[in-house]
Structure formats: structure tokens, C-alpha cells
């Protein structure tokens, strides 16, 4: 019963797109209509309106953080084990990428999965987003930074874990991570991935 609780909590909580509330915050045009349409800070980042990028970046990565972070908490307080914090971390992520409140066609999950590791542990989390910011500023682009990052993950994940679960939980996030990356890999392949900070047109 409360793992169920923390499961549906954790979903409902992935499932609030920052993208879209900064979009309403800013006036600015709802992330899902331009660019590549993904309710995403990178997408937000293409308005032209960088301080709507960051609050979606922060609100993204923090929802994911503050869920494993309650998960500790409560797993603690209800003897439930590292299982239920490790379903936690899935759940919100599945929530980021299939949002009820979005027709369950939501973000990537950069941001999120960012958060989640950085709850699991800071250190993973750091190794994580110091991989994306390296590729980042070697190639800026977004897509590839987050492929390799995801790519890492796990074999961060391995050296740094006692606990078997929590290594699977950071494999599934990164597979699903991948998957919803499979377009930004093509585009890759063919020269055609857009670069950070370029604009799209409104």
C-alpha cells in the first residue's frame, strides 16, 4: 500500500511539465508548437527567453531530486528498502516522459533524469551532468550530450553502488533516456541536429 502511494505520487509529480508552466509564466508560446516540440528547457531555450529555460530546467531536475529525495524519507520511516526509492526514481521520470496531464506525450527526460541521480547520489549526478556540460561545450549539442551522459550513467552507477537495484534503476533510466533520443540520433547521422541556443521560429 505505500509503496503504491509513493509510485502514483512520484508519477503525478513527474508528470507536471515545467516547460509548459514557464511558457504560461512568460507568455510564450506553448514549447509543444515550435522547434522540436518537446517540452523541454533546450526547446524553451530556443523563444529566446533564457530566464523561462532556467525555470524549466530547475523545475524538471528538482521534481525529479525532491521525489527520490521524499522516497528516502518515507522508505525510511516505513522500513520499505532501497526497492521502493529505486521505483520512485523510475516512476518520476515515467511521469516526465508519459505526463497524464499532457496526454502522456511529455519531455526527454534530461533534466529529470539529472535530478534523479542527483538524489540517488551526488556524486552520480555530479559525473553525470559534469559528462553532459564537457560534451556540451566541445559540440554544443544538446542530443549528444545527453546520449553520452546517458550512455555513462550506468557505468557510473556500477563503481559507485553497493546496491544492485539502484544500478538497474539508473540502466532503465538511461535506456528509456536513449529512446526518446532515437530522432536526435538520425538527425545526428545526417548533419541536421540543431545546435544550443539557436532560435526557432514562433
Not at 518537446?38 to 530556443?46: D, I, S
Not at 525555470?55 to 522508505?75: C, P, Q, R
Not at 521520470?93 to 534530461?110: C, Q, R, S, Y
Not at 534523479?116 to 559528462?131: E, K, R
Request: net charge positive; glycine share 10%; no cysteine.
Amino acid at each position: 500500500m505505500e509503496v503504491g502511494l509513493l509510485l502514483l505520487a512520484a508519477y503525478l509529480l513527474g508528470s507536471v511539465s515545467f516547460a509548459v508552466v514557464a511558457s504560461w509564466l512568460f507568455n510564450l508560446p506553448d514549447p509543444r508548437t515550435y522547434g522540436s516540440k518537446n517540452p523541454g528547457a533546450t526547446n524553451v531555450l530556443r523563444s529566446g527567453k533564457k530566464v523561462a529555460a532556467v525555470v524549466t530546467l530547475l523545475g524538471d531536475a528538482g521534481k525529479g531530486w525532491l521525489a527520490v529525495i521524499l522516497a528516502n524519507y518515507f522508505s525510511q520511516a516505513w522500513q520499505l528498502g532501497n526497492e521502493a526509492v529505486a521505483g520512485v526514481a523510475i516512476a518520476v521520470f515515467l511521469g516526465h516522459l508519459f505526463p497524464i496531464f499532457l496526454g502522456f506525450k511529455g519531455g526527454k527526460g534530461v533534466a529529470t533524469s539529472a535530478g534523479v541521480l542527483l538524489g540517488l547520489d551526488p556524486l552520480l549526478g555530479l559525473l553525470v551532468i559534469f559528462t553532459w556540460i564537457l560534451v556540451a561545450m566541445l559540440w554544443r549539442i544538446s542530443s549528444l550530450s545527453a546520449m553520452v551522459a546517458a550512455l555513462l550513467a550506468p557505468i557510473y552507477a556500477f563503481v559507485l553502488f553497493d546496491s544492485k537495484i539502484n544500478v538497474w534503476a539508473t540502466t532503465i533510466i538511461s535506456l528509456l533516456l536513449l529512446w526518446r533520443h532515437k530522432s536526435n540520433f538520425i538527425n545526428l547521422a545526417i548533419g541536421k541536429e540543431t545546435r544550443i541556443g539557436e532560435k526557432s521560429r514562433l
